[in-house]
């Protein structure tokens, strides 16, 4: 059982390159995530969504896009990758049973 | 609107102390409230606790949640040095609407 897959691990960019952070879930669940961590700190929420075809704004959701064309993947694309990018990000999906979590992409921007 | 405070935001002590994480809630819709450990990577889960009240156990941790005073807390008793980490509080509510984290009590034990 996969769980929630993210990819990749580890990603460095340059400033103003773009990239597509991969997640996918193989549990069905309806509810999917994107939160970034910054060092010491707690989850911030960047986008979420409900379904396939419906998304919405997280608390930080500036600098980013996502879609969800399918109930299993949910990809975040960073347009103009920016060093206030550079962070911890963590996809993950739900149900009431709980929530799962990706592994992480570290994420450096120089 | 909605909100998770989590106190305090960090914390010291020695190994053998006995430490109290709190979490406190204003949401609309609740419907539970999960507790997770992180260290290095994803976060961990560790309770899910619901309306009824009861307490949930797991080794030297254990959790409880207060409806009246929209709140719960975390002990951990005998602390070690492996739990030293990170702890979110995170509420789910009903409808479509996302979890909402707290930003975490950072927990440092010492020897």
């Known amino acids: 059982n996969a769980g929630v897959t993210q990819t990749p691990k580890f990603r460095i960019l340059k400033i103003g390159q773009s990239m597509t952070l991969q997640c996918t879930q193989d549990?069905?669940?309806?509810?999917m995530y994107w939160y970034r961590q910054d060092p010491g700190m707690g989850l911030k929420l960047i986008y979420y969504?409900?379904?396939?075809?419906?998304?919405d704004k997280g608390e930080v959701p500036n600098g980013y896009n996502v879609s969800r064309s399918t109930t299993e993947d949910f990809p975040l694309r960073l347009e103009l990758a920016a060093p206030s990018q550079t962070s911890v990000y963590f996809c993950?999906?739900?149900?009431?049973?709980?929530?799962?979590f990706g592994q992480g992409t570290r994420l450096t921007v120089v | 609107e909605d909100k998770v405070v989590q106190s305090p935001l960090s914390l010291v002590v020695h190994e053998g102390d006995t430490v109290t994480l709190n979490c406190s809630y204003e949401v609309t819709n609740f419907r539970s409230l999960l507790w997770y450990k992180q260290e290095k990577k994803a976060p961990t889960f560790l309770f899910m606790l619901t309306s009824s009240g009861i307490e949930k156990k797991s080794g030297r941790l254990s959790s409880i949640l207060d409806k009246k005073e929209l709140s719960s807390i975390l002990n951990i008793t005998a602390t070690q040095t492996g739990d030293s980490a990170i702890y979110l509080c995170?509420?789910?509510?009903?409808?479509?609407?996302?979890?909402?984290f707290g930003k975490g009590t950072r927990l440092s034990v010492i020897a």
């Open positions: 549990m069905n669940h309806n509810y």
């Open positions: 995170a509420v789910y509510r009903s409808g479509n609407t996302p979890l909402v």
């Open positions: 993950a999906s739900s149900t009431e049973g709980g929530v799962f």
């Open positions: 969504s409900v379904g396939a075809g419906i998304t």
